[in-house]
T-cell receptor, first 115, second 114 residues
């Protein structure tokens, strides 16, 4: 069964550094999402992306964050100048083209630790 | 605004006992509803989902959930809990418009006593 994959599984970075989290969607999926889960808290929506542009973003998704699909396959989340409070699990999720279902498929997550 | 409430932060049950985890949602229409389970440090595993039709849905690992429109609830149940069920359980609502994002509840941490 096709799966969403994410790399790396764990990223440790120093405060102020930039990180890029990568997601490989299921091949026929066109809608992409990033969610964040701070340790011990609930999963929160960050951003959705469709047709090479952001379709919705939460208040968490400020100028520090950006997303792109640089090569038509990977979907990336970039965090500039990381802060301690960015430490969290980041989940990518994807879903198919319109008419093929609204269920999102989640990747295994990337644990980001900012020191 | 849409929201998902899981009133129980922690639940402790004995192995072999029955389990019910509560989930209430606030949404303008019948949403898509999901239950996920998460072991410590791990990702989200889908237990079951409700889109339409039969309001009692069966999932993996012996779990089931019942959608009750009148109560805006989607409670998760299991007749006999196993020690391996100890984990965090999240209820989620999938929006039916816009970007169809998911809204998660705050989770219920299940502890199973031997």
């Amino acid at each position: 069964e096709p799966e969403v994959t994410q790399t790396p599984s764990h990223q440790v970075t120093q405060m102020g550094q930039e990180v890029i989290l990568r997601c490989v969607p299921i091949s026929n999926h066109l809608y992409f999402y990033w969610y964040r889960q701070i340790l011990g808290q609930k999963v929160e929506f960050l951003v959705s992306f469709y047709n090479n542009e952001i379709s919705e973003k939460s208040e968490i998704f400020d100028d520090q964050f950006s997303v792109e699909r640089p090569d038509g396959s990977n979907f990336t989340l970039k965090i500039r100048s990381t802060k301690l409070e960015d430490s969290a699990m980041y989940f990518c999720a994807t879903r198919p083209e319109p008419g093929q279902g609204l269920e999102q498929y989640f990747g295994p997550g990337t644990r980001l630790t900012v020191t | 605004a849409q929201s998902v409430t899981q009133p129980d932060i922690h639940i402790t049950v004995s192995e072999g006992a029955s389990l019910e985890l509560r989930c209430n949602y606030s949404y303008g229409a019948t949403p898509y509803l999901f239950w996920y389970v998460q072991s410590p440090g791990q990702g989200l595993q889908l237990l079951l989902k409700y889109f339409s039709g039969d309001t009692l849905v069966q999932g993996i690992k012996g779990f089931e959930a019942e959608f009750k429109r009148s109560q805006s609830s989607f409670n998760l149940r299991k007749p006999s809990v196993h020690w391996s069920d100890a984990a965090e359980y999240f209820c989620a609502v999938g929006e039916l418009s816009g970007t169809y994002k998911y809204i998660f509840g705050t989770g219920t941490r299940l502890k199973v006593l031997a």
